[in-house]
């Protein structure tokens, strides 16, 4: 079975990914493993006119208000089928401040019919982000969201993209100090930037049995509309 990465790229372009990439975005639920990595955000940073609906996402696990040097890090990513039956990789980001601690979660699947993967932010799915993604010249992968929904109950429409946030994200490995890199910029198209971090980390693959993918890096509700 492909990972939804792979699916998403396909075949040659999945083949321009460094193998360390591949290794962390190229596994699929039946395989019954995970990656999981460890590592320190040189900078953290947002925009004080957007601490609102950043203190809003926070609650959900979307982005937060919170900026920072040399803070630790870690990043975990689990591939399982959902309810749905669903071919899934989940994606849980956690960010240790001086004070307190922030995630920002991310729960994909592929969409056969929008024919991309597509992005539930934070752990409740309400907000559903299309997503572009590449094989980098430095072969990592690249990740550019698109169109955004929200769904909740019967109720379900795309936002303006006035109203978005573009999130352009790379990740890939530095052979020169054999570690993971990592760089992530969500911009509104009117504003400007909104929040940012960028950072390095180590990550290593373990054993997850079926049926045992931790309670904490699964959504607490599911949505099936993509």
């Known amino acids: 079975m492909k990972s939804i990465f792979e699916r998403a790229l396909g075949e040659k372009e999945f083949a321009k990914l460094h193998p360390k990439i591949r ?3 190229g596994f699929s ?28 996402g926070a609650s959900r696990h979307i982005m937060f208000p919170e900026c920072g040097r040399q803070v630790p890090f870690s990043i975990e990513n689990y591939a399982y089928r959902d309810a749905f039956g669903r071919e899934t990789l989940t994606i849980n980001r956690t ?10 979660d991310a729960t994909m699947v592929y969409s056969g019919n929008r024919e991309r993967i597509v992005d539930y932010l934070g752990n409740k799915q309400h907000l ?13 992968i690249q990740i550019r969201s698109g169109e955004q929904r929200f769904y909740e109950g019967p109720l379900g ?12 994200v790379c990740e890939w490995y530095d052979d020169d100090d054999a570690c993971y890199r990592i760089s992530v910029s969500v911009r509104n198209p009117l504003l400007g930037k ?3 971090y960028k950072g390095s980390f180590q990550a290593h693959t373990i054993r997850v049995g079926a049926g045992s993918i931790p309670l904490q890096a699964t959504p607490l509700r599911l949505e099936r509309r993509e």
Request: charged share 25%; with cysteine.
């Open 128 to 140: 559903a982000v299309d997503l572009d993604v590449w094989a980098a010249p430095n072969g990592g």
């Open 95 to 104: 960010f240790r401040f001086e004070r307190s601690i922030r995630r920002f």
């Open 23 to 25: 290794e962390r975005f």
């Open 157 to 168: 429409f795309r936002f303006p993209a006035p109203l978005t946030g573009c999130a352009d």
């Open 194 to 196: 909104i929040f940012a």
């Open 29 to 56: 639920s039946g395989e019954g493993v995970a990656s999981i990595g460890r590592g320190v955000m040189e900078e953290v940073r947002y925009a004080k006119w957007a601490a609102l609906p950043l203190a809003v």
